[in-house]
């Protein structure tokens, strides 16, 4: 028999009740597999260190020591898309996404995140106005065409890879972004501005609100910042719990109000803010009420439709026709 030990025997000592949370995660996979047949990087690849069940692996390696470096497993956690698909087939629902980002945050505990990657986090994410103003000389030499030359050059990959690929994945962008419109006391919908319709797809979120205006809800944007994701998805708990208290309180002032996102993305963050603060019972609950009033923007319209819309445009037409125009 081999003297190699079982690694079943091993376990994690002396962790903190959020880790010791995601090693028990890590243990409900059973590797069976299933999750290979739906996660794009494992399909692409065929590398088990790139599929669900292997990162989970070696990140719980990483909760018992038995891998020194989390950085030596960083290729792994950093080529996750996080996009949750493997969680969706898997029977033990192991939530993969958030161990990704778990394990980017022990990267970044042991050799410090980027200087860059905190500034956003942590300073521009909570001003938007400041963002807006940031964004908007990048967005010029991008609507000039000067990025997509250097490019093409071969120049933006010797600054940093992912600046190109940055460049070849966003094919346009706006130099106007909607303005705000504070919601009234009474409103029915707090519309959240999201990120990435906001600074990237303006047209979306000007169409929502015009969908609102449509159906005759009171309704505006309150004075929220990011979600918090990118700091889930990296692992920086403290940046995101420091947004989320910020827009939670925001959230607040309109406490009878449906918060609709109409990014997907953000609206899954916000409906899961109190896993943020399982450690902190007061803003555990305010997460929690704020959260329970949140509704994806296509959730909510087939709500809405399923109760009746207000009259449509023309007799005899479908209540929800309205809609298409807008």
């Not at 009740?17 to 995660?25: H, I, L, S």
């Not at 080529?79 to 990704?100: H, N, R």
């Not at 809800?217 to 920086?236: F, K, N, Q, Y």
Request: charged share 25%.
């Amino acid at each position: 028999m081999s003297d190699r030990p079982d690694i079943h025997t091993h376990a994690a000592q002396g962790l903190s009740a959020p880790d010791q949370k995601r090693y028990d995660d890590t243990l409900h996979c059973n590797r069976c597999g299933l999750c290979t047949s739906a996660c794009p990087t494992y399909l692409a690849t065929g590398n088990e260190g790139l599929s669900p069940r292997g990162r989970n692996q070696i990140f719980r390696a990483v909760l018992e020591g038995r891998l020194g470096d989390p950085r030596d497993a960083e290729g792994s956690f950093d080529t996750c898309l996080q996009c949750g698909i493997c969680t969706s087939v898997c029977f033990a629902e192991v939530p993969t996404a958030k161990l990704m980002g778990a394990a980017r945050g022990k990267v970044a505990q042991v050799h410090g995140a980027p200087l860059l990657q905190r500034f956003f986090l942590r300073f521009l994410l909570a001003r938007p106005k400041l963002l807006e103003w940031t964004l908007l000389p990048f967005f010029l030499v991008k609507r000039s065409g000067v990025s997509r030359f250097l490019n093409r050059l071969g120049l933006l990959k010797l600054v940093n890879p992912s600046l190109a690929a940055a460049e070849e994945l966003v094919d346009r962008v706006p130099l106007r972004f909607p303005r705000r419109r504070p919601p009234p006391a009474d409103a029915d919908v707090v519309q959240f501005v999201a990120c990435g319709t906001h600074y990237l797809m303006p047209e979306a979120e000007t169409a929502t609100t015009r969908l609102l205006d449509k159906l005759g809800c009171r309704h505006g944007r309150a004075d929220t910042v990011c979600c918090g994701l990118p700091g889930i998805s990296t692992g920086d708990w403290d940046s995101a719990r420091s947004l989320a208290r910020r827009n939670i309180a925001a959230l607040e002032k309109f406490s009878k109000a449906v918060v609709l996102a109409d990014d997907s993305s953000c609206a899954a963050t916000l409906k899961d803010y109190p896993s943020l603060f399982e450690d902190d019972p007061a803003w555990f609950l305010r997460a929690k009420a704020v959260s329970a009033r949140v509704k994806d923007l296509s959730e909510w319209i087939v709500e809405r439709g399923e109760s009746g819309f207000p009259s449509a445009s023309k007799a005899g037409e479908p209540a929800h026709a309205e809609l298409v125009e807008a």
